[in-house]
């Protein structure tokens, strides 16, 4: 069975630094891994998703990610923060099947301090 | 662009009142979603479709129902409304193991 886990619930950081929002994942296929954004009351933006190939993804807004498949991990991370990056971030694993149900994680909510 | 619409931003009914929530999408996708979405417990999957008529269980089908009589429309139905059926709804399509596109929920509220 697959399982993704997000590491902190909530991640504060200043305006202009470093964001780094962590996932790991369980798959005994090959995964693909996504990254979602939700702004206060609306519903889920692709920031980013990993299928196949170059394991560093970039996103919408500056965001990227890396899989490492050793590790098990597909950390979001964006250079400098901006007050507009508040929001909850949702990592997902699917695997390559037609239905392509995603398992979420829990989520982690960031909060941008000025 | 793709576009997934929900029929309500918000709803208010009462316990044991029977709800519809309907879900519209316009780019012909195949597979259509219903997830709820709690604090802490992220989404989780309570219905999908993968063809007009066709539908699978996801991880909490209990008190809910499904109906996709049309490829373009998804129907989540409570059957009996009570207050632990009360979060956030979201809706969402895709192609055939492609990216799930997302509407922009619906909160529910059962008193």
């Known amino acids: 069975a697959q399982s993704v886990t997000q590491l902190g619930s909530h991640v504060s950081v200043s305006e202009g630094a470093l964001v780094l929002l962590r996932c790991n994942y369980s798959s005994s296929v090959p995964p693909y891994l996504f990254w979602y954004v939700q702004y206060p009351n609306q519903g889920l933006q692709l920031l980013l998703k990993?299928?196949?190939?170059?394991?560093l993804v970039k996103g919408i807004n500056g965001f990227e990610a890396e899989f490492k498949k050793s590790e098990t991990s597909f950390h979001l991370t964006k250079p400098s923060a901006h007050m507009s990056d508040a929001a909850e971030y949702f990592c997902?694993?699917?695997?390559?099947?037609?239905?392509?149900?995603?398992?979420f994680g829990q989520g982690t909510t960031l909060q941008v301090k000025p | 662009d793709v576009k997934v619409t929900q029929s309500s931003r918000y709803l208010v009914k009462r316990t044991g009142e029977k709800v519809f929530l309907e879900c519209v999408q316009d780019?012909?996708?195949?597979?259509m979603f219903w997830y709820r979405q709690d604090p802490g417990l992220g989404l989780r999957l309570i219905y999908f479709?993968?063809?007009?008529?066709?539908?699978e269980k996801g991880d909490i089908p209990e008190g809910y129902s499904v109906s996709r009589e049309k490829k373009e429309r998804f129907s989540l139905i409570l059957e009996s409304a009570s207050t632990n059926q009360t979060s956030m709804y979201l809706c969402?399509?895709?192609?055939?193991?492609?990216?799930?596109?997302f509407g922009p929920g619906t909160r529910l509220t059962v008193l």
């Open positions: 990993y299928t196949t190939g170059a394991t």
């Open positions: 997902a694993v699917t695997n390559s099947g037609n239905t392509g149900k995603l398992i």
């Open positions: 479709s993968y063809d007009v008529k066709m539908k």
């Open positions: 780019m012909d996708h195949e597979n």
């Open positions: 969402a399509s895709s192609l055939q193991g492609r990216t799930q596109y």
